[in-house]
């Protein structure tokens, strides 16, 4: 038989399939499904097997990029019983069969094989080469988030991480005028993109559910964004007057990742931060949608312009102390709360009143941005030039949305 390649230590290839979004078509690699495994982006309490039987993850495994088993040496317990071994995951049931992992000695050890999608009723289970049944999970009714979010949400952060050259090589190839243009025409299409995501939020959680939700995600930065999404479904805002923040971090079915995290950032700070803003329940989202009102807020212009004379008109620096200090009660320090308006906030109420926020949501100061893309902005000539071409927050969203493109097309 030939040998897998995990003996021959082959790196795997990364399937990919095609999905009708709402902007058209859009891709997901495998790797993301494995990404959402590792990172526990899902509801892990309601995972269970095809069978029925609960599956609790007490350790995903290691990630294996190998050939082979795509995750080594978990640790679960499935109906009660402790099981060790390795995890393979697919898009679908059949790929097991389809991708010749039952003739294959190396995948003898699987004991879950995670699926994003149901297989059709009738369907035969799993072995594996020895003979052994394996039992199947299925992700796609425990995401968080709507299947194309997850894949936007991971195209930035993948954009985020590479070399800066590449894209201003490509602003600085173009006029002034045409950098502006491109850069602002991206922007425009990031923020459709996400008050469409903001509308499938409020659809599953209503209005109140999608502010308290979302607040929770951005205090969790990318480290532990999956454990304060599973506390805003276990904890929702009308018991936060009162809640024990030591029962909510001792939890055993909410994971928290504690290593790498600073110190400002760990769970316990971000938690009692999110306390103090909902100590009185859900006043704050109802000042949220008084401050929403403001006639100056909603221009309905959406037309490329100067930032500072988007700020002057809108009075956008008097709006947005009304907002950390009035609404959000001083309850978020520094860069974080601003990237909660612009990334949650803005796009939620946008969605919700059908309201035109885009010019304030462009304009806005940045949230927490990356050095680099700082410096990428002011050497096309973009922002951070001083006080007449000031750093906003639709640049870098243009920016990112550049350099997503970019990497798409190599």
Request: overall charge neutral; some cysteine.
């Amino acid at each position: 038989m030939k040998p897998s390649n995990e003996k021959m230590g082959h790196r795997k290839t990364d399937r990919l399939e095609e999905f009708q979004g709402l902007y058209g078509p859009y891709q997901v690699a495998e790797r993301l499904v494995q990404k959402i495994w590792l990172r526990g982006e899902f509801d892990t309490a309601r995972l269970l097997t095809l069978s029925g039987k609960p599956v609790r993850i007490i350790n995903t495994g290691e990630w294996n990029r190998l050939g082979g088993p795509d995750f080594l040496s978990a640790d679960l317990e499935i109906d009660g019983c402790r099981v060790a071994g390795d995890v393979e995951i697919h898009f679908r049931e059949v790929d097991w069969t389809a991708h010749r992992h039952h003739l294959d000695p190396a995948y003898d050890n699987v004991v879950l094989h995670v699926v994003l999608f149901p297989p059709p009723v009738g369907h035969a289970p799993i072995r594996t080469h020895r003979g052994h049944t394996i039992e199947t999970v299925v992700l796609i009714d425990l995401l968080w988030h709507d299947l194309e979010e997850y894949a936007f949400n991971d195209a930035a952060a993948a954009a985020s991480g590479m070399a800066t050259d590449q894209a201003l090589e490509r602003l600085v190839s173009l006029s002034a005028d045409e950098r502006r243009e491109h850069l602002f025409e991206c922007a425009r299409t990031r923020w459709n993109q996400k008050v469409q995501f903001a509308g499938i939020r409020i659809k599953k959680l209503g209005f109140e559910g999608a502010c308290h939700s979302t607040s929770l995600e951005v205090l969790g930065y990318s480290r532990n964004r999956a454990a304060m999404l599973a506390v805003a479904d276990r904890y929702p805002i009308a018991v936060w007057s009162d809640l024990d923040l030591a029962e909510v971090l001792g939890r055993p079915d909410i994971h928290w990742r504690r290593q790498g995290v600073r110190p400002a950032n760990q769970p316990k700070h971000r938690l009692a931060q999110y306390a103090h803003l909902a100590c009185d329940g859900r006043a704050w989202i109802d000042r949220l949608k008084g401050w929403s009102d403001h006639p100056d807020l909603a221009s309905g212009r959406e037309s490329p312009t100067s930032v500072r004379e988007v700020r002057k008109r809108l009075g956008l620096s008097r709006l947005r102390r009304e907002l950390l200090i009035g609404v959000l009660a001083e309850a978020v320090p520094g860069p974080r709360a601003d990237t909660l308006v612009v990334d949650g906030l803005l796009p939620i109420l946008a969605s919700h009143s059908g309201k035109a926020y885009f010019e304030p949501w462009f304009a806005w100061v940045p949230g927490d941005i990356p050095l680099g893309h700082r410096e990428i902005l002011r050497r096309a000539g973009i922002g951070g030039l001083g006080v007449e071409a000031p750093h906003a927050h639709g640049w870098f969203q243009g920016l990112l949305g550049l350099m997503i493109d970019l990497r798409a097309n190599g």
